[in-house]
């Protein structure tokens, strides 16, 4: 039974990461722009110095969230199973033992494609977090590991 030590994410999804937060802030600072057009008495460069002001620091704040959040999240694979470290603030361990899984799925999106990456979903027995996802992962080793999840899962049968 092969494991695997404690590993981060892979340094890439941090960008990925960084990119989306950038976008979605984006998003989100449209009904900031409406309020301060209407609070500037229609003064258009006004209501845009405040609300690209306020999109810069928003932007600077989640960033720093999500950089913190990847450096936190951390996996490894023991004989036990699957551990998984994660969290800024709540942190939490999750362990899903290797006879409690039913199957594995590797999915990928356009973005985590072009960097080569994957997520690793885990289904276990069970019905309340019947799936744990496990994201920024080089497809490789999302591979590797689902390989040797399912090694493990064949053995443990009834």
């Known amino acids: 039974m092969k494991t695997f030590d404690y590993s981060a994410l892979a340094p890439s999804y941090l960008s990925i ?33 405040k609300a690209v002001s306020c999109w810069v620091l928003f932007g600077v704040l989640i960033n720093a969230y999500v950089k913190a959040w990847y450096k936190r999240y951390q996996y490894a694979l ?22 409690r899984i039913q199957h594995t799925d590797i999915t990928t999106g356009p973005l985590e494609r072009r960097k080569s990456l994957a997520k690793l979903i885990v289904h276990t027995a069970g ?32």
Do not use: C
């Open 78 to 99: 023991t004989e036990q199973g699957l551990v998984i470290h994660r969290g800024v603030f709540w942190r939490q361990m999750i362990v899903i033992p290797r006879n």
């Open 127 to 158: 019905t309340r977090d019947a799936h744990v996802t496990l994201h920024g992962l080089l497809e490789s080793r999302a591979a590797e590991l689902r390989k040797e999840l399912i090694v493990a899962t064949q053995d443990d049968t009834v």
């Open 17 to 49: 990461l960084k990119l989306l937060t950038w976008i979605w802030s984006a998003f989100v600072m449209v009904p900031v722009f409406v309020l301060a057009y209407f609070a500037a008495e229609n003064l258009w460069y006004h209501a845009a110095i």
